[in-house]
């Protein structure tokens, strides 16, 4: 099977449409391969950090973005990230890095220095591929895109239960501000914004749950001709 004949379900949205959730569960129903391009950005953010490159220093951080040390390890409940060895899963998920991973990703150098390695992920059985512009940008060619969407409101309550959990303590109020500015800035940016691509579907989870929009995704696979049928 040659590259291009890899099947790729290419997930685009904004922060806290359930993205990272859904594609991990695809992937392991189906079987496929995953990328959470955001965690790369992310992890290019807290990398940087730790090692006192500046937000605003867009060359280093390309070489930053070059050099990650990065491993992704499947696991039942969760996907664990470990950067330079060390376990990043929580700390990647946190506002702050969050923040700075959406400027990050704005930054022309940064974007093409992950570039092709996202493109490296596209492997035999197919690839779930997760971000903000891997219909439009980095997966053009993508025979299913997905628009996944879900209102501002229902997202700040997502990320605050999800930061719960993680232990983490996060006012509503500030949460919701943070996404409607980070939603803001995503689809201005002059470098790859924040939109659905042309032949993309979109989708609103709202009112969905998990396992609905899993069996939806894996229904458009099935009648677009990417699985064996039922």
Same mark, same amino acid.
């Given at each position: 099977m040659s590259g291009s004949e890899i099947p790729v379900l290419a997930i685009d949205g904004p922060g806290g449409a359930g993205k990272g959730t859904i594609s991990r569960l695809v992937a392991e129903r189906l079987g496929w391969h995953l990328l959470d391009s955001g965690a790369l950005y992310r992890l290019t953010a807290l990398a940087a950090?730790?090692?006192?490159?500046?937000?605003? $220093?867009?060359?280093?951080?390309?070489?930053?973005? =070059?050099?990650? $040390?990065?491993?992704?390890?499947?696991?039942?409940?969760? !996907?664990r990230v470990l950067l330079e060895g060390d376990d990043a899963t929580t700390t990647i998920r946190t506002e702050q890095v969050g923040d700075a991973a959406s400027r990050v990703a704005a930054l022309p150098a940064v974007r093409?220095?992950?570039?092709? =390695?996202?493109?490296?992920? =596209?492997?035999p059985p197919g690839l779930v591929a997760d971000g903000r512009d891997m219909g439009t940008v980095v997966f053009t060619a993508a025979p299913l895109k997905i628009f996944l969407t879900a209102s501002a409101e229902e997202r700040a309550h997502r990320r605050q239960r999800q930061l719960r959990e993680a232990g983490v303590d996060a006012s509503l109020?500030?949460?919701?501000?943070?996404?409607?500015?980070?939603?803001?800035?995503?689809?201005?940016?002059?470098?790859? #914004?924040?939109? #659905?691509?042309?032949?993309?579907? !979109?989708?609103?989870?709202?009112? *969905?749950?998990?396992?609905?929009?899993?069996?939806?995704? !894996?229904?458009? *696979? !099935?009648?677009?001709? *990417?699985? #064996?049928?039922?």
């Amino acid at each position: 099977m040659s590259g291009s004949e890899i099947p790729v379900l290419a997930i685009d949205g904004p922060g806290g449409a359930g993205k990272g959730t859904i594609s991990r569960l695809v992937a392991e129903r189906l079987g496929w391969h995953l990328l959470d391009s955001g965690a790369l950005y992310r992890l290019t953010a807290l990398a940087a950090s730790r090692h006192g490159v500046a937000l605003d $220093d867009e060359a280093a951080l390309a070489e930053v973005a =070059r050099h990650l $040390d990065v491993v992704f390890v499947a696991e039942a409940e969760a !996907t664990r990230v470990l950067l330079e060895g060390d376990d990043a899963t929580t700390t990647i998920r946190t506002e702050q890095v969050g923040d700075a991973a959406s400027r990050v990703a704005a930054l022309p150098a940064v974007r093409e220095a992950l570039l092709s =390695r996202q493109r490296d992920f =596209r492997k035999p059985p197919g690839l779930v591929a997760d971000g903000r512009d891997m219909g439009t940008v980095v997966f053009t060619a993508a025979p299913l895109k997905i628009f996944l969407t879900a209102s501002a409101e229902e997202r700040a309550h997502r990320r605050q239960r999800q930061l719960r959990e993680a232990g983490v303590d996060a006012s509503l109020s500030s949460l919701l501000k943070e996404i409607q500015a980070r939603d803001a800035r995503d689809m201005q940016r002059s470098v790859a #914004p924040l939109k #659905p691509a042309d032949d993309a579907i !979109t989708l609103d989870t709202t009112r *969905l749950t998990i396992p609905e929009v899993v069996d939806r995704l !894996t229904e458009l *696979l !099935t009648q677009r001709g *990417l699985l #064996p049928d039922a």
